[in-house]
């Protein structure tokens, strides 16, 4: 196929309740979306992830505004491409810039699958079976065990706890067997240090089926240490930012899982690659979310239909942080869970 036509559209819509990390406070999401369109007039989409600033990874929407529309569009634009990938190889020549990249490559990889006739998930080889939803908690303390209720309630099986040295164990241990049925995993977005490395130590009881990102994102030995000391999984976020950081995980002994992330990995054709060297090394994998609107979600709903991940990602109804998504139909969790659409490509309309 032959790419005609590039656009960029910035969206930015406020969250209905704001987000927060032991990073950063998120209220207000900027995001850029992107639609390629073939000389057939098919349209392909993507979702660039990058934040308004620069703190969960160096990327921000200015500087990805900039790398798109100057440096990325002008090597694919007019192109013929004969396979996604080449999307990828055709970007060897920037380094870095992950999210931009993806936004771009994803968003072909949504044309190719349209050309095809296929809905993405089965252009990739997933296979159509209910995505298990999981909901973030990214709340202060006091409003933890109201907003876990309330997500139990809406019939989330799979709750993500926001944590940091300074949280309050007890409050988490009460949590975590309160709700016997519910998986919890913790996040705490590399808030722990050398220092308060015993902090971690004690949160090994609570009961969570795996603890993401505890150390910074260049801490493998940190992590190493931790995966040995503790019983309870160590799961890499941050951390990976390409198939070399998957195999350092292996060779360090730093993980036993990977959270999958398009954007922090550069698209689709490094994902792919990524998700089979965990395939083959059996570190196991679920998909991260970015308080991402609909385009996102839905290429990473295609992205969890793959049949080895097996653990629950972040999956939340777009009601949840959205007044109004972008994408039509909304996605909708019903009973704990979202199914895939059956129309081509990533399956959704993009109101853009
Ligand atoms: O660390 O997983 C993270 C959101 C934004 C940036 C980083 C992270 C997150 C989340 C997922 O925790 C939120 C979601 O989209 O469901
Ligand atoms: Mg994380």
């Known amino acids: 196929l032959t790419i005609s036509d590039i656009e960029l ?3 930015k819509k406020p969250l209905k309740t704001p987000f927060k990390t032991a990073l950063q406070s998120v209220k207000v999401r900027e995001s850029i979306l992107v639609r390629v369109t073939d000389a057939d007039g098919i349209e392909g989409y993507g979702e660039c992830v990058a934040f308004s600033t620069p703190w969960y990874t160096e990327e921000t929407v200015a500087g990805c505004h900039f790398v798109l529309s100057q440096v990325l569009v002008p090597l694919i634009m007019n192109k013929t491409l004969e ?3 080449q999307a990828d190889e055709l970007f060897t020549a920037v380094k870095g ?3 931009a990249k993806a936004g771009i490559e994803t968003a072909i990889w949504d044309l190719f699958a349209k050309r095809q006739g296929l809905p993405l998930w089965k252009f990739v080889g997933g296979i159509n079976k209910p995505i298990p939803a999981g909901i973030v908690v990214a709340a202060d303390e006091e409003n933890m065990a109201a907003q876990v209720e309330a997500a139990v309630a809406n019939g989330y099986r799979r709750v993500k706890l926001k944590i940091n040295p300074g949280s309050d164990k007890d409050l988490l241990k009460e949590i975590v067997e309160r709700f016997p049925g519910i998986l919890f995993f913790a996040d705490a977005n590399g808030g722990f240090s050398r220092e308060t490395f015993e902090e971690l130590l004690a949160l090994d009881f609570v009961g969570f089926a795996l603890i993401e990102q505890p150390f910074g994102e260049e801490e493998w030995l940190l992590h190493a240490r ?4 503790m019983k309870t999984p160590i799961c890499l976020d941050e951390s990976i930012r390409n198939i070399d950081d998957v195999q350092r995980l292996i060779d360090l002994e730093a993980g036993d899982v990977v959270v999958l992330k398009m954007g922090r990995l550069g698209g689709w054709n490094e994902t792919m690659k990524v998700v089979e060297l965990c395939r083959t090394h059996d570190i196991a994998m679920w998909v991260g979310g ?5 385009v996102s979600k839905a290429h990473n709903l295609a992205l969890a239909s793959l049949p080895d991940i097996l653990l629950p990602g972040d999956f939340s109804d777009s009601g949840h942080f959205w007044q109004e998504d972008v994408v039509e139909p909304e996605i909708r969790v019903v009973s704990g869970e979202i199914s895939l659409s059956i129309e081509k490509g990533i399956g959704y309309h993009v109101n853009f």
């Open 290 to 294: 970015m308080i991402d609107f609909g």
């Open 9 to 11: 559209l910035v969206v």
């Open 97 to 99: 810039n992950r999210m």
């Open 83 to 85: 396979s996604p990938q």
């Open 226 to 229: 931790a995966k040995k000391e």
